[in-house]
């Protein structure tokens, strides 16, 4: 049943790959293949939110991770790293252009944040996106055991649900959407509308970060396929699957219940408090506030140097603040750590030259010699770096124009064991829904983060810690592990009922896993 991976090494078979029961499939792997300017390579841990909200669960689960290494026209044999099976996907140049930087970077993100930037449709890369989710429905196909659990990630890969489960009917198939799914309104633009709601409704259960995301996803199914949905489960009728050879007698596909809900990813928040607890971040934090002149307030900003993250709004509204003398460069500084992020992409590079104009002109107009007005930073730093700029910083600010839940929000708020600290956090943020005793925004309205700035810096230290507390409880019990066994479960729940072919049972082994999971 197992079929060989087209772009996946040679040597790989179903025998030596090991027949996982349990199986990512995400478009980064959770390494990256990195080239030196002398010629040599190595692999590198990965940062990013999908991956630290993976790799608790891979290796608490012992499963194979499929997905790209981040280099274009490499192939490379599976390998284990750091107790992960890894199973890299070979991707050419024009596919990491097409269906990579163009159809997923270009066409569904901007399009699923709200059209933010304007998304912009090719046929092409549409081709090369189908092309390249067969691949990886290939690949997870000819990893997977008999049974096995596959759980795809993300908007790269939404063809991937219903190719698997034309090729492994006895595959149990999970996807999860990390970014928003937009309203029907927005989404109808796309050509290829339909196509993607069938790919998605070949999984079991189909996760989202939030509620809403998953009423547009159901409106969207109905409007576009006219299947019934009663929330949270779509009804997807039995299909013939036509005889490809002459005497094949064709497959017939039973009418099945997919379960599309929100499970609001988390963080692995224990990890983050374990840092800040530490001594020497808790140095370094200081040392970081007095190279920065130890002004009363410390104000944070770390995103992705994306456009839907808002930093232009944050940066326009704490301009004016200066401007009108309502702050002043010797009490308050901001630091903002952009880290590099598609770069190639030309509305990534635009953006770049827009924020770091911007932060020019403000602290061309007013830092002072001993006191900058933002501290900017346009890096990637270690994790160990990052919580220190957590525990700097007095006032953090999250003002994405539209973001699936972010992760920053959730740890900073873990990393506040001193239950200090104010967190100004937008609406249009999935983590909003939960965080709800942060200091919420809308982005747009730049008066109203003027005043929750002021707010945030004038908060006094008892309210701050109430509201601290409340939200800490909430991201200390709701953890990546919490989410992933929540996830789990629902794809395990989708499967009751079903008789389990043989001793091997994976979802068994699934069941045993979430436990596990749970008590970690
Ligand atoms: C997508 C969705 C959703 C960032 N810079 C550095 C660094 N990071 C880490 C952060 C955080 C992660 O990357 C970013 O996660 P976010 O959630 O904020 O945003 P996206 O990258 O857009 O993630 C998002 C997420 O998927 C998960 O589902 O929440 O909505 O867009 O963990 O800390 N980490 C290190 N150095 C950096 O410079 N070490």
Do not use: C
């Not at 040679?10 to 990256?32: A, C, I, Q």
């Not at 599309?260 to 040392?287: G, T, V």
């Not at 909430?474 to 008789?499: I, T």
Request: net charge negative.
């Amino acid at each position: 049943m197992a079929q060989r991976a087209h772009g996946a090494n040679e040597n790989m078979t179903p025998e030596n790959s090991g027949g996982y029961d349990f199986v990512v499939v995400s478009n980064r792997l959770p390494v990256d293949h990195v080239i030196a300017d002398d010629g040599s390579s190595t692999w590198q841990h990965s940062p990013g939110g999908l991956v630290t909200a993976l790799e608790p669960v891979m290796r608490a689960a012992d499963g194979a991770w499929v997905g790209w290494a981040g280099q274009p026209d490499l192939e490379f044999k599976p390998f284990v790293s750091d107790g992960i099976h890894i199973v890299p996907v070979t991707l050419s140049s024009d596919e990491v252009e097409n269906y990579y930087e163009g159809f997923s970077n270009d066409t569904l993100w901007p399009l699923y944040h709200d059209v933010i930037a304007p998304p912009s449709y090719h046929r092409e890369w549409w081709e090369s996106y189908v092309l390249v989710n067969q691949r990886f429905a290939d690949a997870a196909a000819a990893v997977s055991a008999a049974g096995a659990v596959v759980w795809v990630q993300d908007y790269q890969l939404q063809l991937v649900p219903k190719m698997l489960r034309t090729a492994r009917p006895d595959l149990t198939i999970g996807f999860f959407n990390h970014i928003p799914f937009p309203p029907y309104g927005i989404y109808s633009q796309l050509p290829w509308r339909t196509q993607i709601v069938e790919g998605l409704l070949g999984a079991d259960v189909i996760g989202f970060q939030r509620v809403a995301d998953a009423s547009n996803f159901s409106r969207a199914v109905r409007r576009l396929v006219g299947y019934v949905t009663k929330n949270p489960y779509i009804e997807v009728p039995g299909t013939e699957v036509p005889a490809s050879e002459p005497n094949d007698q064709g497959q017939r596909q039973p009418p099945r219940r997919v379960l599309a809900k929100a499970f609001p990813i988390s963080i692995d928040s224990s990890s983050f408090e374990e840092l800040a607890r530490r001594p020497e971040i808790q140095a370094r934090a200081k040392e970081i506030r007095d190279g920065l002149g130890n002004p009363k307030t410390i104000m944070l900003g770390v995103d992705r140097l994306d456009y839907t993250k808002g930093i232009g709004h944050r940066l326009k509204a704490y301009g004016e603040l200066l401007a009108e003398g309502r702050l002043d460069v010797e009490d308050v500084t901001l630091v903002q750590v952009a880290s590099p992020s598609r770069e190639r992409v030309q509305a990534y590079m635009q953006l770049r030259d827009e924020i770091e104009l911007t932060v020019g002109r403000i602290n061309g107009d007013f830092a002072t010699m001993s006191h900058t007005a933002i501290s900017y930073h346009h890096h990637g730093y270690p994790r160990e770096e990052m919580v220190a700029l957590y525990l700097a910083a007095d006032v953090m600010l999250v003002t994405a124009l539209r973001d699936g839940m972010n992760l920053v929000a959730k740890e900073y708020v873990a990393s506040r064991f001193d239950g200090n600290g104010v967190l100004v956090l937008s609406e249009f943020a999935g983590a909003s829904d939960e965080l709800r005793r942060s200091l919420r925004i809308n982005p747009h309205d730049i008066d109203g983060v003027k005043d929750a700035m002021i707010q945030a810096i004038e908060m006094p230290q008892l309210e701050q810690q109430r509201r601290m507390r409340a939200m800490r409880k909430l991201v200390l019990r709701n953890d990546v592990n919490q989410w992933s066994a929540d996830f789990l479960s629902a794809l395990r729940g989708s499967k009751n009922g079903d008789s389990v072919k043989d001793s091997e049972d994976p979802l068994g082994e699934l069941e045993w896993t979430i436990e596990r999971i749970r008590r970690h």
